[in-house]
């Protein structure tokens, strides 16, 4: 049997921190063939980026790795983690690349796409001029870019989310590497968009030979992508098998509650019966585009002419790809977006009121954003950031009685009073959603508007908040209009579901009905990049 291309014996990976020295991981090892995929999944800080950045040493100045990472990129073998410095740098890019998590962090918002890409041919080839923008343009072709000699011109901000992600795969694949590590590649992607960038790395692995290293926490992409799967937990390797194998027959009882957290259950729908929450006419939402020398003012409709009505207790969920209108009508419904046609919120029409009429109503219609991390300040306190809309809404509140709310939310939202005085940096994802979830329910919201509040979690800690937030509507008979990209969590949480294609309402219906049996072809195709396992 030929050599492992890459093979990790024993990597340990301590950080010297200012109080002591902590572990991030022990003792990992692992191995991947030429032409192979293996998929390392787990929880967040279960080790999974680190194992890959410690591949390629980029880890930081404080990280203390140890143990070897035998490389066969070429016929003699090499320890990464002891090859000198200007060999390492060889290396990355030419033998090895890596496509990272977050595109928009990862590309330059200064320079063009084709620069950027260019870059790296610059620094491990002697493509230089014509013949480098060649290759650039191939490569954007080789991804599926359309229009790639303009699109070489534009900057990461004009591109969508999976056209980012295909120029990402573009500069990995510059130099032809031999191993593609892949972090979370597919993330707070739309389905349709995911299974495009899934179909197109199998294309380009079978095109160059390549090895894939794929870092997920979704089990339904790992079922149908990769060949063997790696399981890791606080560290650690907890066991390892080929896909098949490890679906069928879970060993270690981690791996078992991780296949079990996939969203389950649903909710009955309201009857016909119960009174409106919010109801909308002919809603509609324009953009001014921007202004061109010589041609009249363009608009774009984002909305365009919905009929909508929520019935209190109910659940709505609205699906559909980037860019189909979901998150602009949820804001436009709560009056966050100027928009024209009708909307009333239970006995109040909303459409004429200006930002001090509406400030009465803003405490029972309460938003919780996709990013908690990006919806809380970190300069407050967790307890400050929960009880700032007592202080707007409810400022005949004394202290003690603010204190004593945030307290009871809190505790609603199963977390720990005693760490209100902590910042948001210092809970983890899942904590964090919680956080924003009780600064909405401090205000004691009949209406709920819930933007993809679980797109960016791992399904362990998907489930918890999908559990949570079913126990918090049963509590306090909440209206939730519940906006995702993702149809599982949509089906397990929402009693009607709206599907959304450019800016219009493709379809709709009680939501164990449409996902049974969806008649537009749109919404056929969601389902088949949803449930990747029903469409093999």
Not at 33 to 43: C, P, R, S, Y
Not at 179 to 196: G, H, K, S
Not at 336 to 360: N, Y
Not at 461 to 479: G, P, S
Request: neutral net charge; aromatic residues 6%.
């Amino acid at each position: 049997m030929p050599h492992p291309l890459l093979e990790l014996n024993r990597l340990r990976v301590d950080f010297a921190l200012p109080h002591g020295r902590v572990t991030a991981i022990k003792d990992v090892s692992f191995s991947l063939q030429a032409g192979e995929t293996l998929a390392l999944v787990g929880e967040s800080g279960s080790g999974k980026s680190v194992s890959a950045t410690a591949i390629l040493r980029l880890l930081p100045e404080m990280a203390l790795p140890s143990g070897t990472i035998r490389w066969h990129g070429n016929q003699d073998e090499e320890d990464l983690l002891s090859v000198p410095y200007k060999r390492m740098r060889r290396i990355r890019g030419n033998e090895i690349s890596m496509i990272f998590q977050e595109p928009m962090t990862s590309l330059n918002p200064l320079q063009r796409i084709g620069r950027q890409i260019r870059e790296v041919l610059d620094k491990h080839t002697s493509l230089r001029g014509a013949a480098a923008n060649a290759r650039v343009i191939d490569l954007l072709e080789q991804v599926g870019i359309p229009d790639p000699h303009r699109r070489a011109t534009s900057y990461p901000h004009e591109l969508s989310g999976g056209q980012r992600q295909r120029v990402m795969i573009a500069m990995a694949l510059a130099c032809e590497p031999k191993l593609l590590i892949a972090d979370e590649p597919t993330t707070a992607l739309d389905v349709t968009v995911q299974a495009q960038i899934l179909a197109l790395l199998k294309e380009l692995q079978q095109r160059y030979g390549m090895a894939i290293l794929f870092i997920t926490h979704d089990l339904g992409i790992v079922r149908h992508f990769a060949d063997r799967v790696c399981v890791m937990r606080h560290g650690e390797v907890v066991e390892s098998a080929p896909t098949q194998e490890l679906f069928e027959c879970p060993r270690h009882d981690y791996t078992r509650m991780l296949i079990d957290a996939e969203p389950h259950g649903s909710k009955p729908p309201v009857p016909s019966s119960a009174p409106v929450m919010l109801d909308a006419k002919d809603l509609r939402v324009r953009f001014a585009l921007k202004k061109r020398l010589f041609r009249p003012n363009e608009v774009f409709e984002a909305v365009r002419g919905i009929d909508l009505t929520i019935r209190k207790g109910q659940t709505v969920g609205i699906v559909g790809e980037s860019g189909s209108g979901k998150s602009t009508l949820g804001r436009a419904l709560l009056r966050l977006l100027e928009s024209s046609g009708d909307i009333r919120f239970e006995d109040t029409e909303l459409t004429h009121l200006d930002s001090s009429q509406l400030r009465p109503l803003r405490a029972r219609m309460q938003v919780v954003f996709q990013d908690p991390f990006g919806s809380l300040s970190p300069r407050l306190t967790v307890g400050e950031i929960v009880g700032e809309g007592l202080r707007v809404h409810y400022p005949e509140l004394t202290r003690r009685q603010r204190t004593e709310r945030v307290v009871q939310a809190l505790e609603e939202v199963s977390l720990d009073p005693t760490m209100r005085q902590r910042y948001p940096h210092e809970f983890s994802g899942g904590q964090r959603q919680r956080i924003a979830i009780a600064r909405a329910l401090v205000l004691k919201p009949q209406f709920l508007l819930l933007d993809e509040p679980t797109s960016a979690l791992d399904r362990s800690v998907q489930a918890t908040v999908i559990e949570l937030l079913r126990t918090l509507q049963q509590r306090h008979e909440l209206t939730y209009l519940f906006i995702s990209h993702d149809l599982a969590v949509v089906r397990a949480l929402a009693d009607t579901v709206l599907v959304m294609w450019e800016g219009r309402i493709v379809e709709q219906g009680e939501t164990e009905a449409l996902f049974r049996e969806p008649r537009e072809p749109y919404t056929r195709e969601l389902m088949r990049a949803a449930f990747l396992d029903q469409a093999a």
